[in-house]
């Protein structure tokens, strides 16, 4: 889920969907904190950086045709 994507808190904020007002109070927390938000940009950006880059990516590949040729050869 949204929790395993960034660190709450750090690296953006959740909110409850269908929900205005809770969202409503995200961006003004957001607003009436430039530095915040801008250390919350750089952490998500980190975050992005780090888990979905290419390499990250092929190394999961590989590992999910592993896995899927060790249970055909059992």
């Known amino acids: 889920g949204p929790n395993a994507l960034m660190?709450?808190?750090?690296?953006g904020l959740l909110v409850t969907k269908?929900?205005?007002e809770v969202l409503a109070q995200a961006i003004i927390q957001i607003l009436a904190d430039p530095e915040k938000a801008k250390a919350m940009g750089r952490r998500g950006r980190e975050?992005?950086?780090t888990k979905y880059?290419?390499?990250t990516i092929v190394q999961q590949v590989i590992g999910i045709y592993k896995e899927t040729l060790a249970k055909k050869k059992a």
């Open 7 to 11: 660190d709450v808190n750090q690296a």
């Open 18 to 20: 269908q929900d205005p």
């Open 47 to 49: 975050l992005v950086e």
């Open 53 to 55: 880059n290419w390499h």
